[in-house]
Protein backbone atom coordinates (compact mmCIF):
# COMPACT_ATOMS: atom_id res chain seq x y z
CA UNK A 1 0.00 0.00 0.00
CA UNK A 2 1.56 3.43 -1.02
CA UNK A 3 2.24 5.43 2.44
CA UNK A 4 3.99 9.27 2.65
CA UNK A 5 7.50 9.20 3.68
CA UNK A 6 9.26 12.19 5.93
CA UNK A 7 12.64 12.49 6.65
CA UNK A 8 14.55 13.14 8.59
CA UNK A 9 12.97 10.87 11.65
CA UNK A 10 14.51 13.46 13.70
CA UNK A 11 15.99 17.06 13.67
CA UNK A 12 17.99 18.27 16.53
CA UNK A 13 18.75 21.93 15.86
CA UNK A 14 20.02 25.14 17.49
CA UNK A 15 17.44 28.31 17.79
CA UNK A 16 17.96 30.54 15.16
CA UNK A 17 19.06 28.48 12.63
CA UNK A 18 16.67 26.99 9.31
CA UNK A 19 15.33 23.53 9.06
CA UNK A 20 13.65 21.85 6.08
CA UNK A 21 11.38 18.96 7.04
CA UNK A 22 10.77 16.97 3.61
CA UNK A 23 7.73 14.66 3.22
CA UNK A 24 7.46 12.47 -0.21
CA UNK A 25 3.01 12.84 -0.45
CA UNK A 26 1.71 9.45 -1.94
CA UNK A 27 1.90 9.58 -5.68
CA UNK A 28 -1.49 10.34 -7.56
CA UNK A 29 -2.29 12.66 -4.45
CA UNK A 30 -3.00 16.52 -5.05
CA UNK A 31 -3.60 18.07 -1.41
CA UNK A 32 -0.86 18.21 0.63
CA UNK A 33 -1.20 19.04 4.39
CA UNK A 34 1.56 20.09 7.56
CA UNK A 35 0.25 19.40 11.03
CA UNK A 36 2.21 19.86 14.01
CA UNK A 37 1.76 18.35 17.64
CA UNK A 38 3.70 19.93 20.87
CA UNK A 39 4.63 17.75 23.35
CA UNK A 40 0.76 17.18 25.74
CA UNK A 41 -0.81 19.01 23.01
CA UNK A 42 -3.17 17.79 20.51
CA UNK A 43 -2.53 17.96 16.83
CA UNK A 44 -2.72 21.04 14.99
CA UNK A 45 -3.34 22.41 11.34
CA UNK A 46 -0.79 24.51 9.69
CA UNK A 47 -0.90 24.81 6.03
CA UNK A 48 -2.57 23.04 3.02
CA UNK A 49 -1.10 23.51 -0.15
CA UNK A 50 -2.71 22.55 -3.86
CA UNK A 51 -2.12 23.62 -7.26
CA UNK A 52 1.48 24.66 -6.59
CA UNK A 53 -0.27 27.46 -3.86
CA UNK A 54 -1.35 27.78 -0.24
CA UNK A 55 -5.09 27.10 0.05
CA UNK A 56 -5.25 27.47 4.32
CA UNK A 57 -2.93 28.66 7.02
CA UNK A 58 -3.60 28.65 10.48
CA UNK A 59 -2.43 31.36 12.74
CA UNK A 60 0.36 29.17 13.81
CA UNK A 61 1.73 29.40 10.46
CA UNK A 62 3.53 33.13 10.49
CA UNK A 63 6.24 34.39 8.26
CA UNK A 64 8.83 31.93 9.57
CA UNK A 65 7.17 29.43 8.13
CA UNK A 66 7.20 28.58 4.13
CA UNK A 67 6.30 25.31 2.22
CA UNK A 68 7.41 24.18 -1.25
CA UNK A 69 6.39 21.58 -3.70
CA UNK A 70 10.08 21.98 -5.51
CA UNK A 71 10.08 18.97 -7.93
CA UNK A 72 6.54 17.48 -8.17
CA UNK A 73 7.07 14.80 -5.54
CA UNK A 74 9.02 16.50 -2.05
CA UNK A 75 6.39 18.71 -0.55
CA UNK A 76 8.88 20.88 2.38
CA UNK A 77 8.51 22.95 5.17
CA UNK A 78 10.81 25.34 6.25
CA UNK A 79 11.25 27.01 9.11
CA UNK A 80 13.23 30.05 8.55
CA UNK A 81 14.69 30.54 12.26
CA UNK A 82 13.70 28.29 14.48
CA UNK A 83 12.71 29.08 18.16
CA UNK A 84 12.04 27.00 21.22
CA UNK A 85 8.79 26.68 20.96
CA UNK A 86 8.43 25.44 17.68
CA UNK A 87 9.48 21.67 19.10
CA UNK A 88 6.86 19.32 18.52
CA UNK A 89 6.41 16.37 15.97
CA UNK A 90 5.72 17.25 12.13
CA UNK A 91 3.05 15.30 10.45
CA UNK A 92 2.56 15.71 6.44
CA UNK A 93 -0.75 14.70 5.05
CA UNK A 94 -1.91 14.10 1.38
CA UNK A 95 -5.13 12.95 -0.44
CA UNK A 96 -6.47 12.42 -3.49
CA UNK A 97 -8.60 14.93 -5.46
CA UNK A 98 -11.84 13.01 -4.71
CA UNK A 99 -12.94 15.98 -3.02
CA UNK A 100 -12.62 17.66 0.56
CA UNK A 101 -14.30 14.23 2.09
CA UNK A 102 -11.32 12.53 0.99
CA UNK A 103 -9.46 10.35 3.49
CA UNK A 104 -6.01 12.47 4.62
CA UNK A 105 -3.27 9.87 4.93
CA UNK A 106 -0.38 10.88 7.42
CA UNK A 107 3.22 10.02 7.02
CA UNK A 108 5.23 8.92 10.09
CA UNK A 109 6.17 12.64 11.54
CA UNK A 110 9.82 14.43 12.28
CA UNK A 111 10.42 14.81 15.53
CA UNK A 112 11.83 18.30 15.66
CA UNK A 113 13.83 19.27 18.83
CA UNK A 114 15.26 23.48 18.92
CA UNK A 115 17.71 23.77 21.77
CA UNK B 1 -13.79 28.70 17.16
CA UNK B 2 -14.55 24.58 16.85
CA UNK B 3 -12.88 22.47 18.78
CA UNK B 4 -12.94 19.05 19.23
CA UNK B 5 -12.73 17.08 23.03
CA UNK B 6 -11.29 13.83 24.16
CA UNK B 7 -12.08 13.29 27.76
CA UNK B 8 -9.82 10.47 28.68
CA UNK B 9 -6.01 11.01 28.60
CA UNK B 10 -5.04 7.81 29.42
CA UNK B 11 -7.42 4.70 29.14
CA UNK B 12 -6.07 1.51 31.01
CA UNK B 13 -8.17 -1.95 30.38
CA UNK B 14 -7.41 -5.31 30.12
CA UNK B 15 -7.52 -7.95 27.49
CA UNK B 16 -11.77 -8.66 26.60
CA UNK B 17 -12.65 -5.83 28.63
CA UNK B 18 -14.82 -3.36 26.57
CA UNK B 19 -13.89 -0.05 25.37
CA UNK B 20 -15.26 3.82 24.87
CA UNK B 21 -13.56 6.41 24.58
CA UNK B 22 -15.45 9.74 24.37
CA UNK B 23 -15.19 12.25 21.83
CA UNK B 24 -17.35 15.79 21.77
CA UNK B 25 -16.98 18.49 19.21
CA UNK B 26 -18.28 22.39 18.95
CA UNK B 27 -19.46 23.01 15.33
CA UNK B 28 -23.42 23.19 15.16
CA UNK B 29 -23.48 23.23 11.00
CA UNK B 30 -22.11 20.05 9.20
CA UNK B 31 -19.59 17.71 10.37
CA UNK B 32 -17.23 14.77 8.98
CA UNK B 33 -15.69 12.92 11.60
CA UNK B 34 -12.57 10.69 12.11
CA UNK B 35 -11.31 8.81 14.20
CA UNK B 36 -7.24 8.05 13.56
CA UNK B 37 -4.76 5.35 15.13
CA UNK B 38 -1.50 5.89 16.25
CA UNK B 39 0.15 2.67 17.30
CA UNK B 40 4.03 2.96 18.76
CA UNK B 41 6.42 4.24 16.45
CA UNK B 42 4.31 4.11 13.71
CA UNK B 43 2.20 7.46 11.32
CA UNK B 44 -1.48 8.12 12.04
CA UNK B 45 -3.55 5.96 10.36
CA UNK B 46 -7.51 6.21 9.84
CA UNK B 47 -9.55 3.44 11.73
CA UNK B 48 -13.03 5.11 10.56
CA UNK B 49 -15.16 7.96 9.39
CA UNK B 50 -18.29 9.53 9.45
CA UNK B 51 -19.87 11.82 6.35
CA UNK B 52 -23.65 11.13 6.49
CA UNK B 53 -25.95 8.75 6.49
CA UNK B 54 -26.02 5.58 8.88
CA UNK B 55 -24.45 7.58 12.51
CA UNK B 56 -23.16 4.15 13.58
CA UNK B 57 -19.73 3.37 11.70
CA UNK B 58 -17.83 0.72 11.40
CA UNK B 59 -14.19 0.48 11.13
CA UNK B 60 -11.54 -1.67 10.99
CA UNK B 61 -10.47 -3.78 13.04
CA UNK B 62 -13.45 -4.48 15.11
CA UNK B 63 -14.08 -0.79 15.86
CA UNK B 64 -16.98 1.17 15.60
CA UNK B 65 -18.34 4.66 16.59
CA UNK B 66 -21.71 6.37 16.55
CA UNK B 67 -22.79 9.52 15.48
CA UNK B 68 -25.09 11.21 18.09
CA UNK B 69 -25.89 14.91 16.53
CA UNK B 70 -27.83 16.42 19.20
CA UNK B 71 -25.09 15.95 21.75
CA UNK B 72 -22.35 16.58 19.27
CA UNK B 73 -20.80 13.32 20.18
CA UNK B 74 -18.74 10.57 18.02
CA UNK B 75 -17.87 7.79 20.32
CA UNK B 76 -15.39 4.95 19.99
CA UNK B 77 -16.28 1.70 20.64
CA UNK B 78 -14.78 -1.78 20.60
CA UNK B 79 -16.92 -4.40 22.73
CA UNK B 80 -13.69 -6.45 23.32
CA UNK B 81 -9.76 -5.11 23.14
CA UNK B 82 -6.53 -7.02 23.08
CA UNK B 83 -3.00 -5.99 23.65
CA UNK B 84 -2.21 -4.90 20.30
CA UNK B 85 -5.09 -2.20 20.21
CA UNK B 86 -2.26 -0.61 22.58
CA UNK B 87 -2.04 2.63 20.83
CA UNK B 88 -2.99 6.79 21.12
CA UNK B 89 -6.38 7.49 19.64
CA UNK B 90 -7.25 10.69 18.10
CA UNK B 91 -10.82 12.25 16.92
CA UNK B 92 -10.70 14.84 14.58
CA UNK B 93 -13.31 17.06 12.74
CA UNK B 94 -13.72 18.68 9.21
CA UNK B 95 -16.61 20.86 8.59
CA UNK B 96 -18.31 19.60 5.78
CA UNK B 97 -19.26 20.45 2.16
CA UNK B 98 -17.65 23.96 3.19
CA UNK B 99 -17.17 26.31 -0.02
CA UNK B 100 -13.79 26.05 -0.66
CA UNK B 101 -12.13 24.68 2.17
CA UNK B 102 -9.90 21.91 1.63
CA UNK B 103 -10.07 19.73 4.17
CA UNK B 104 -7.74 20.65 6.78
CA UNK B 105 -8.72 18.62 10.25
CA UNK B 106 -8.95 19.75 13.85
CA UNK B 107 -7.64 17.00 15.99
CA UNK B 108 -8.47 16.10 20.35
CA UNK B 109 -5.61 15.63 22.14
CA UNK B 110 -5.81 12.17 22.25
CA UNK B 111 -6.62 9.07 24.52
CA UNK B 112 -3.60 6.81 25.01
CA UNK B 113 -5.07 3.10 25.92
CA UNK B 114 -2.75 0.62 27.18
CA UNK B 115 -4.46 -2.73 26.98
CA UNK B 116 -2.81 -5.13 30.04
CA UNK B 117 -2.27 -8.42 28.38
Known amino acids: EPEVTQTPSHQVTQMGQEVILRCVPISNHLYFYWYRQILGQKVEFLVS????????KSEIFDDQFSVERPDGSNFTLKIRSTKLEDSAMYFC?????????????FGPGTRLLVL | AQSVSQHNHHVILSEAASLELGCNYSYGGTVNLFWYVQYPGQHLQLLLKYFSGDPLVKGIKGFEAEFIKSKFSFNLRKPSVQWSDTAEYFC???????????????FGKGTKLSVKP
Open chain 1, 49 to 56: FYNNEISE
Open chain 1, 93 to 105: ASRSSGGALETQY
Open chain 2, 92 to 106: AVKRGNYGGSQGNLI
